[in-house]
């Protein structure tokens, strides 16, 4: 052990939760623009201070592409110290590489693990702490979330127990205060389902009403004024009857020119019976009335509920994610296969039931076929919104006020099967609001590693519909 090692590890030896920040960098300087998403795609995800276990810092890589670490330089809170990553060295998506560093530094209790490019100063992530691991400082989920004491699982998926990759609630993992989004008395109750894409943020309204809502100018959203769109759109089923208990509201890849898919639970001018249907829409339609020209009626192949408990919210998961992550078909009980499937819209629509709080994943064919391929818990008595995070590579299931606003994420494990990875209270500084709707920002509004994300309440408390926040990118 070199002196300066020694002196590292006399510092101060009482351990305690994490007191330094989390710090990453979201925009690499002197890095290609076309490379550096895919660089900051690498993120320290384990330390490793004491214990059986040398001193080591875990990389990981949660996106999509591989990457050449070649050269890299780990450093702890001393420029003076480095350890460089030999050459040859690629994370692949989705793996884990630990690196033994104590042959070159210690980390000590009051310490910092540094990650650089190979030219030693641009800075990709970085971690600090203020007590010894016991036994390790791990991300909960894997590569995007808040650091805790884990155990040890050094090139495997983080194990967090109890902290954030667990069942027991933790902080929500951003500001903890919100803000109206919306002028007073704009949408009046029922604003359920949420979705944001790009500039234009979606809300569905149990009343058969679809909204598309722009920015306002002060950081929340207001009724698009064009096209027909100011008091939001009256939706009707196909062949131009009924009004959908529209619930929840989410696109494909294709973005508004591949329409609007809706959840609904009933037919409002047949409230007494269950019609849990997902309905796809024209959006660029003009006229003030959106009439269905498709409708999968999941009804039949459902367990039955309650007319006003069924389908509560819907996302999109597309095909090249779930096959590349190993996303078992509960159909085939092999890895999923879209090819065989044929034309279907190039994903999966996973669906939550409100008053079960199970998760179903359908394919939906252009035929107006369906097949069922998942059926998951949310692990929540009930679900009233579904988001998929592609820049997380989560699945959101968000609960009401039934459940006191907890937040669960899921991700794809190792047997291909959609599992809690993290559970989260709703912000403390938030009322327990009958939040039904919850969106979360694109990557590309991430600024020092925030970004915004919006939830809908359907009691609109307040005179307010539409409420904004952050979330750690």
Request: include cysteine; proline fraction near 4%.
């Amino acid at each position: 052990m070199t002196a300066s090692i020694a002196r590292r590890r006399r510092r101060g030896l009482t351990r305690f939760l994490v007191a330094g920040p989390l710090l990453t960098v979201g925009a690499l300087t002197g890095v290609p623009a076309a490379h550096a998403a895919a660089v900051d795609d690498i993120r320290i995800n384990e330390v490793v201070t004491t214990g059986d276990v040398d001193d080591s810092i875990e990389l990981y890589n949660k996106g999509t592409a591989a990457i050449d670490v070649s050269g890299w330089i780990l450093k702890d809170d001393d420029n003076g110290s480095k350890y460089k990553i030999a050459s040859g060295t690629t994370l692949a998506p989705g793996t884990y590489r630990a690196f033994d560093v104590h042959g070159k530094f210690g980390l000590g209790s009051d310490d910092e693990a540094r990650l650089y490019l190979a030219d030693g100063t641009t800075l990709v992530d970085s971690f600090a702490w203020s007590g010894h691991s016991d036994p390790s400082w791990s991300r909960c989920p894997d590569g995007t979330g808040a650091f805790g004491e884990a155990a040890l699982t050094l090139g495997a998926p983080n194990d967090c127990g109890t902290g954030g990759g667990g069942t027991t609630p933790v902080a929500w993992p951003g500001s903890s205060t919100v803000a109206t989004a919306d002028a007073a008395d704009v949408f009046g109750e029922d604003l359920s389902g949420l979705y944001q894409g790009g500039s234009v943020l979606w809300g569905a309204q149990n009343s058969g009403k679809l909204w598309r809502l722009v920015r306002d100018g002060s950081g929340g959203w207001a009724p698009d004024t064009s096209g027909g769109w100011s008091s939001g759109k009256t939706l009707r089923f196909p062949g131009g009857s009924g009004s959908p208990d529209s619930e929840g509201v989410t696109f494909t890849g294709s973005g508004a020119a591949g329409g609007a898919f809706v959840a609904s639970e009933r037919d409002g001018d047949a409230s007494g019976t269950s019609r849990l249907s997902v309905l796809k829409y024209d959006v660029t339609a003009g006229g003030s009335t959106l009439t269905s020209s498709r409708e999968w009626n999941l009804t039949s192949d459902l367990p039955s509920t309650g007319s006003n408990l069924g389908l509560e919210g819907i996302t999109w998961i597309p095909d090249t994610y779930l096959s590349g992550a190993g996303f078992r078909d509960a159909t085939t009980g092999s890895v999923y296969d879209p090819a065989r499937y044929g034309a279907h819209g190039g994903g999966v629509f996973f669906v939550g039931v409100e008053g079960t709080g199970t998760i179903y994943g359908y394919v939906l064919a252009d035929s107006d076929a369906y097949t069922r391929v998942a059926s998951l818990s949310s692990g929540m008595s009930g679900v009233m919104e579904l988001q998929w995070e592609p820049q997380a590579a989560r699945l959101w299931a968000v609960c009401d006020d039934t459940c006191d606003g907890l937040h669960h994420t899921l991700k794809v494990d190792a047997s291909g099967t959609f599992t809690t990875s993290a559970v989260y209270d709703r912000p403390s500084g938030m009322p327990d609001y009958n939040n039904e709707g919850f969106a979360p920002a694109g990557s590309d509004e991430c600024v020092a590693g925030s970004k915004p994300v919006y939830w809908s309440d359907d009691s609109n408390d307040g005179g307010h519909a539409l409420r904004k926040g952050t979330i750690t990118c």
